[in-house]
């Protein structure tokens, strides 16, 4: 049984830190690209992040460029996402999600397994 588990989250107020974390089981996640996404309330599922399997190509939103950084340890199946001068817009549920395709996607629906997710909270 594969199973992606984030935690990290919580509360913060904006220009503040936030450490992502998700662990994988049942799965080797060097075989894998993961990715994070975010979910704001009444809105639809976003691309953030994406890791490739290398560890050496990362992808990033616009609105999250030079603010977020991804990065794995395959040693510890851990995918990470250290998110820096945090803004009331980052305030979402936020999904690690693996991809077993070499190839690059923003879309959510391409991604074979999911997290439950971790809810982010920046007050202004």
């Known amino acids: 049984q594969v199973l992606l588990v984030e935690s990290g989250g919580g509360s913060v107020q904006a220009g503040g830190s936030l450490r992502l974390s998700c662990a994988a089981s049942?799965?080797?996640?060097?075989?894998?690209?993961m990715g994070w996404f975010r979910q704001a309330p009444g809105k639809e599922r976003e691309f953030v992040a994406r890791?490739?399997?290398?560890?050496?190509?990362?992808y990033y939103a616009d609105s999250v460029k030079g603010r977020f950084t991804i990065s794995r340890d395959n040693a510890k199946n851990t995918v990470y996402l250290q998110m820096n001068n945090l803004k009331p817009d980052d305030t979402a549920v936020y999904y690690c999600?693996?991809?077993?395709?070499?190839?690059?996607?923003?879309?959510?629906?391409?991604?074979?397994?999911w997290g439950q997710g971790t809810q982010v909270t920046v007050s202004s």
């Open positions: 999600a693996a991809d077993r395709s070499v190839v690059m996607t923003k879309l959510p629906s391409l991604y074979d397994y």
């Open positions: 049942g799965l080797a996640a060097s075989l894998y690209a």
């Open positions: 890791i490739n399997r290398s560890d050496v190509n990362t």
